[in-house]
């Protein structure tokens, strides 16, 4: 599957009815199609899947990185 997909297979990826995806996507669940295409982006959905089921943060490398070097002083 390539990594942008349109709504219907976006909510059939992650297993949602429709109507629940976009419910999802509205409240900020899951993140928008983006801008340019009107796609969604596959691997941002696992993400945010990840962050909902507690698998993943919502920190990045930097943040991290900020992080360690302040205890580092």
Do not use: H, N
Request: aromatic fraction near 8%; charge should be negative.
């Amino acid at each position: 599957m390539a990594r942008l997909a349109t709504e219907k297979e976006a909510s059939d990826y992650i297993g949602l009815d429709l109507a629940t995806f976009r419910i999802w996507v509205e409240g900020g669940r899951l993140p928008k199609p983006l801008v340019d295409c009107g796609k969604f982006d596959l691997k941002a959905m696992d993400a945010a899947l990840d962050c909902l089921s507690g698998l993943g943060s919502s920190s990045d490398a930097l943040d991290v990185w900020l992080r360690q070097k302040a205890e580092w002083r």
